[in-house]
């Protein structure tokens, strides 16, 4: 049998099957007669989610909130900021977002009343068949030029 399988102790791709072990199919190489089974591959969760929970930790949502946000473990995400080395831009922000998940015609509701728009910040992340709203208010143009850095003096 000749295929990308080759053995780990000689590296021959010369092998037959022997039985399977623990749900795994075993093989023995013809070459050496070592036994051994093929490397099983762990789950790899796709990078748009990696990426959403990422955005979404930026923004300030707990783990928790993404985990139930995105149904992916809440230590995956601590573990991919570890990994990516994410921080939140700000500390204690005098900014108040709040975040709600919505199907389509609730964010359409959500959208039509003027109150929920105005005097506030809106950002809509489409995920799968929902949507995610994040809003903020309570930050006036003095608060964020004190929390951001600009270069230039006619940013903001």
């Not at 995920?127 to 208010?137: A, G, H, P, R, Y």
């Amino acid at each position: 049998m000749s295929s990308t399988i080759s053995c780990p102790k000689c590296l021959s791709q010369e092998y037959v099957k022997s039985g399977s072990i623990k749900g795994r199919q075993r093989y023995k190489c013809k070459s050496c007669n070592y036994y051994f089974s093929v490397q099983k591959l762990g789950k790899k969760i796709n990078d748009y989610v990696v990426i959403k929970a990422l955005q979404l930790y930026i923004e300030g949502i707990s783990y928790r909130e993404i985990e139930r946000i995105l149904g992916v473990s809440h230590v995956s995400v601590m573990n991919w900021v570890k990994t990516y080395k994410m921080q939140r831009p700000f500390g204690d922000s005098p900014v108040k977002t709040s975040h709600k998940v919505l199907g389509f015609h609730e964010l359409q509701e959500f959208i039509a009343i003027k109150e929920n728009m105005r005097n506030s910040g809106t950002i809509i992340t489409a995920i799968e068949d929902q949507f995610l709203v994040t809003t903020w208010k309570g930050a006036s143009i003095q608060d964020l030029k004190q929390m951001s850095l600009p270069t230039d003096k006619n940013t903001i």
